[in-house]
């Protein structure tokens, strides 16, 4: 059975916000003032230990199903003892990351550039981790792992936030973001909508794509006035959206009891609910594209344990390792020859694992920062603590 962080890592976005202003959230004004972290050039033997930190379902022993255990095999072949702490958001990833008592991390897009800007983690020799070769290449140097073609870390796992809806209702079939912005909707009150500051981008991504006028260029990097205009929407959508939702088994249960009609989803949630035939759901990635994550592993510019840590991020993108992550968690894998030992032969298939043109259509999750991320130098973007304060007045 397929597990997923989203239903165990729960946080309210009022959580997450009293963490932003507690001063979680490090942001870097440019690529300029990433701190120089040494990078590894050789490897040695491992330390005999690893601490890192998880989302729920990530480093499984067999504990919660003894089928699920990528991580005795993994001790027993380097020696390296793992001690896994399980980070319920990406804000509390930051936390425990800068704490210094953990060798990585598995973060998502939301989290990482705090994390390298923050010096918190260091630049990844990729040659000294073989299996990154074979990882899929449309996740490689990319705005949420590297910065000025320096990789930070390791791809793991991958997803979009698709449309989706219920098939016998709502009709005809959307093909864009617009179904769940119309403030007229006539399934006003059986929307639903993600629950967290990083949402922004939806329906910036939305606008952007809609309202060329706003110059939008990147649904993260948002000037005063695009994410007056953002916000300006989101508050409209407030009207029309019966749910928030962070919990994908909340946001399953809610489309079986038709409570939510359509509105943003994961394709773990769609091929839940496709398997339960209680109710007729489809999904899709609208014309305008769509956001999504892409979790990647990063070792700690301080870490204790550096050779473990390598070693554990080549298993962790192994192909059988990374295709029983990806199965357990709901994910697509990273590794392209994980599709061969998958349980579910149609699962690389119904994940779009390989398939570059729809992972070309995502706008993955980036933490936005004051620095403009489309490159943009004479303005001012809204940084992800803006973006969080913003996400409490939106939902009131």
């Not at 499984?60 to 702490?85: I, L, Q, R, Y």
């Not at 598995?106 to 800007?117: E, H, V």
């Not at 792992?145 to 698709?162: D, R």
Request: net charge positive; aromatic share 10%; hydrophobic share 40%.
């Amino acid at each position: 059975m397929l597990r997923s962080k989203r239903l165990i890592a729960v946080t309210s976005a009022a959580s997450a916000a009293l963490l932003i202003m507690a001063g979680v959230a490090a942001t870097a004004s440019s690529a300029a003032s990433v701190p120089k972290v040494p990078m590894a050039s050789t490897l040695g033997k491992g330390e005999g230990a690893l601490n890192i930190v998880i989302w729920a379902g990530y480093a499984e022993n067999g504990s919660n199903d003894k089928t699920a255990d990528w991580v005795h095999p993994f001790e027993k072949a380097t020696g390296c003892k793992v001690n896994a702490k399980v980070g319920n958001t990406s804000d509390e990833m930051v936390t425990l990351m800068k704490s210094g008592g953990y060798d990585g991390v598995s973060a998502s897009g939301d989290a990482t550039l705090r994390l390298i800007y923050g010096g918190v983690v260091a630049p990844v020799n990729t040659s000294l981790i073989p299996n990154y070769a074979t990882v899929s290449s449309f996740l490689k140097n990319k705005g949420w792992n590297s910065v000025g073609g320096q990789m930070y870390g390791v791809p793991h796992g991958w997803g979009a936030n698709v449309l989706a809806y219920n098939t016998s209702v709502v009709k005809p079939a959307p093909t864009s973001w617009g179904a769940v912005f119309d403030a007229n909707s006539p399934y006003k009150g059986k929307i639903t909508a993600y629950d967290s500051p990083i949402y922004i981008a939806d329906a910036a991504l939305y606008l952007m794509k809609t309202k060329p006028s706003l110059g939008i260029k990147n649904p993260y990097a948002l000037d005063n006035t695009q994410f007056n205009a953002v916000v300006a929407l989101l508050k409209t959508q407030k009207n029309i959206v019966g749910e928030y939702w962070s919990d994908a088994s909340k946001s399953i249960q809610s489309f079986e009891s038709k409570n939510t009609l359509l509105g943003t989803a994961w394709q773990y949630n769609v091929n839940v609910l496709t398997s339960d035939k209680k109710v007729k759901v489809g999904a899709i990635v609208p014309k305008e594209g769509s956001t999504g994550w892409s979790d990647t592993w990063m070792i700690a510019a301080k870490a204790a344990h550096p050779n473990c840590m390598y070693k554990w991020m080549n298993w962790i993108i192994s192909p059988k390792v990374n295709a029983q992550v990806a199965e357990w968690f709901g994910e697509s894998p990273s590794q392209t020859k994980s599709c061969s030992f998958t349980a579910d032969k149609n699962f690389c298939t119904s994940y779009h694992a390989t398939d570059a043109a729809y992972a070309k259509n995502i706008y993955y999750w980036t933490t936005p920062t004051s620095a403009c991320l489309d490159g943009r130098t004479n303005v001012t973007c809204k940084d992800y603590a803006a973006w969080t304060q913003a996400w409490t007045t939106i939902k009131g």
